[in-house]
């Protein structure tokens, strides 16, 4: 048993009867999964044609969501899909944003979303729809027969029922979903009648007010050896304003060290994920990295990595570098940081063996 065994977790596989959905998949369900987890976040590979949700909100923290190509090797030159998504503030007047391209969408709280009609999936999709928050909620109103809003439900992790059997809980299986997918129970509106009053919305003249919360990944080419270009990045509120995240996909090709000292993040958690280049196999995962972290960074323990993970580093843990001991196929090192900048402190050596620390960060 080390120390710091609690921050670091191993995501399990997930296997499930979601319709369209590639199994298993990987998810990581905050504090459900770790204790004081602040992050909420899934690696889902849609595969087929199919329409998630109902327009709902969530009251207190932002959500993005992340429509992109699902195999990271080609971001930026496999994405082959058209998928629609409403936002509005009125869940009975939302504006279409259609999706051809790699994107993050902010939704910010009290902002209405959905539903999300993955229209035509040419490559499998990236589906994530990450909170900076340890757990997961919505608030969904119920309209009555004269069309005004009669209630607000809520709905949450630990709190979902079974839909097939209220007296337990939702283990989101998904065999729900499938069965209004496939509409295998005749009482289940089909695709065409469920989306139907959606698109007569779109027909109404589009005002784009929306549109500030859609980003679209930019490709950042670099000559790193060590990562595949062009890097997949989000860079917070540099890339959107507002935005309250920040992170990057570096697709680590080859032996080598990422890093230079060890460092710590002054303000806020960081978490560092490590997974396959390919979502639809999420838990292809083919290499072996050292981790070193610790309060102290002269007394530091070392983890040793060789499946999907994420670490979480409290504020003031001092972690890196990170060894990437042996690489045999690309692994996606994804730094997450729910903070909309970054900032960390490095200490360094100088020649004479005097210690110093330096600041670096997007804001300076």
């Given amino acids: ?32 999964m770790m204790e004081k987890a602040k992050v909420y ?8 044609e199919l329409i998630m949700e109902y327009p709902h909100t969530h009251h207190a923290v932002d959500e993005y ?13 496999g994405f082959d899909a058209e998928i629609d ?11 279409m944003v259609t999706i051809t391209q790699p994107a993050i969408i902010r939704i910010p709280p009290k902002l209405y979303h959905c539903p999300i009609n993955f229209r035509r999936i040419g490559k499998p999709v990236l589906f994530s729809a990450m909170y900076c928050d340890g757990d997961w909620s919505k608030i969904s109103p119920v309209f009555g027969e004269d069309g005004t809003e009669k209630e607000f439900r809520y709905d949450g992790a630990g709190i979902r029922r079974c839909v097939k059997d209220r007296s337990k809980e939702c283990v989101y299986c998904g065999a729900c979903f499938s069965e209004r997918m496939t509409k295998t129970d005749e009482n289940v509106k089909s695709q065409e009648e469920m989306m139907a009053p959606y698109y007569e919305m779109a027909k109404r003249p589009r005002t784009g007010k929306y549109d500030k919360y859609v980003h679209y990944y930019v490709p950042e080419e670099h000559d790193d050896p060590r990562f595949v270009s062009p890097r997949i990045s989000f860079r917070g509120k540099d890339a959107l304003e507002g935005a309250r995240l920040w992170t990057m ?9 990422v890093g230079r000292a060890p460092h710590m993040h002054h ?26 972290i610790g309060e ?27 060894a990437f001991k042996r690489v ?23 020649a004479d063996g005097s210690v110093k620390y330096e600041y670096s960060g997007t804001d300076l």
Avoid: Q
């Fill in 296 to 322: 102290d960074p002269d007394h530091m323990e070392v983890y040793t990595i060789t499946e999907p993970t994420v670490v979480r580093v409290p504020a003031g843990m001092w972690h890196g570098p990170i």
């Fill in 41 to 48: 976040l899934d690696f889902t590979s849609i595969t087929k």
């Fill in 65 to 77: 969501i992340v429509l992109a190509t699902a195999d990271f090797n080609h971001f930026f030159d």
């Fill in 249 to 257: 996909c570096n697709l680590v090709k080859e032996a080598c060290t």
């Fill in 267 to 292: 303000a806020v958690e960081e978490y560092l994920f490590f997974t396959g280049s390919d979502i639809t196999n999420f838990f292809d995962f083919d290499a072996e990295i050292e981790l070193p």
């Fill in 85 to 95: 998504i409403w936002l509005g503030e009125d869940p009975t007047n939302l504006e």
């Fill in 1 to 32: 048993m080390g120390k710091y065994d609690d921050l670091v977790f191993t995501i399990p596989k997930e296997f499930h009867n979601w319709y369209g959905f590639a199994a298993p998949r990987g998810f990581f369900r905050g504090t459900t």
């Fill in 328 to 350: 045999g196929a690309p692994i996606n090192f994804m730094p997450f940081y729910p903070n909309g900048c970054y900032g960390k402190v490095v200490r360094t050596e100088g």
